[in-house]
């Protein structure tokens, strides 16, 4: 058997981390087990349902390398095919028309809960012959469901779990406007695309048991279903926007790796024993469900900036430089081919100090300036005249000296020995007048990416 996963988002909000969680989960078994993952959008509430969280979902998708296998499938694209599964059933005497108005469902609950009764349809139209059927009232169809037993889940992560067909009422598969109904809808589609596995968070939980019985009442083989505990916020609360339960892209513009991001999901309610950094090779390997936890977890950024700090430290340069560009043009900084070099150059230096591209991009910022440099107030305390008269001194002797690392740094030692100063007085109002702060990568290194002409270019700007 051909091993199918799917992710079905709505699209009447945008994808955030708890959705791009379950799409990771269901990409990642469907790749451990050689089988296909499917994209599926379930855009039936097209009162809520906007094209700006559908390209959300795509965009996100891709973002986080988590394509599907075939093009994605819109639900409303498959209507017809709903419609014809309900009459299916309606033909087999596994589903009635009910004809209950909105005033007599409203009365129904009003009773129920006077009574203390959970509120549920009574059933007033499922033994009713349709001559009873008032004139001009066009009619729900509800399924015929079990009153007796109940329905049994094995599910993957939550064990056994199981609901009395009695605590049930007999619910609406098409509406009086003739639309499906989600729960309905879920199963055809699931069914007519063979998906195998349905991984989705557990506040779906109560809706399986109610699809279940569609599945049964069609003598369909039921998929199997894995419910996965939700991500809650530091709080503990559930996530909701004050978390940060936003879309999926705003990490991207916060400067947060996609596969850090993947990295950090999987471990928030999936473990390997201690293992931490995992490649998207090892996670295909080592996912499986019997390590799905049970409780809810919890975000934790700062426990993500970390992540996202180890991922870029070991992600490509040139990568790197190319993001880094693209973030500075945003602030409407444009980077020429020079800084676009010297950004590369000083990469390996200013990555291991940056925990996520946004901070990457603001400390290279620097690299693709031209003079006067703007100063922070740091910076311009440390080029006081007395530095400033050093600085010439030494911008005379680097002129002399090859752009080397050993050249750079033996040059430095010695003018130090010579001034009378320590390294560090001579290093920090030097970067101060290369790079506008008081911060930067090594020194040496830092000069040899501005290359000799620029770096001396910068310190005579200052000493002028
Ligand atoms: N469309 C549903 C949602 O976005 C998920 C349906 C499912 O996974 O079965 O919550």
Known sequence: MKIRTRFAPSPTGLLHIGGARTALFNYLFARHHGGEFVLRIEDTDRARSTQEAVQVILDGLDWLGLRADEPPIYQTSREARHVEVAMQLLEQGKAYRCYCSSEELQAMRERAMAEKRPPRYDGTWRDRAPSQAPAGVKPAIRLKAPREGEVVLNDLVQGEVKVKNAEMDDMIILRSDGTPTYLHAVVVDDHDMGITHVIRGDDHLTNTFRQIQIYDALGWERPEFAHIPLIHGADGAKLSKRH????????????????????????????????????????????????????????????????NGMWLRQADDTRLRDDVVERLAKTGITVDTAAMQRILTLMPGLKERAKTLEELANSAAFLSRNVPLPFEPKATALLTLENKEMLARLASLLEGTSFTAEAIDSTLRAFAEAEGRKLGQVAQPLRAALTGSTMSPGIDSTLIALGKDEALKRILAVTA
């Open 244 to 307: 940060g339960a936003v879309s999926i892209l705003e990490f991207r513009e916060q400067g947060f790796l996609p596969e850090a991001l993947c990295n950090y999901l999987l471990r928030l309610g999936w473990g390997h024993g201690d293992a931490e950094f995992l490649s998207r090779e090892e996670q295909i390997r080592l996912f499986t469900l019997e390590g799905v936890g049970r409780a809810a977890s919890r975000m934790d950024y700062t426990k993500l900036t970390h992540l």
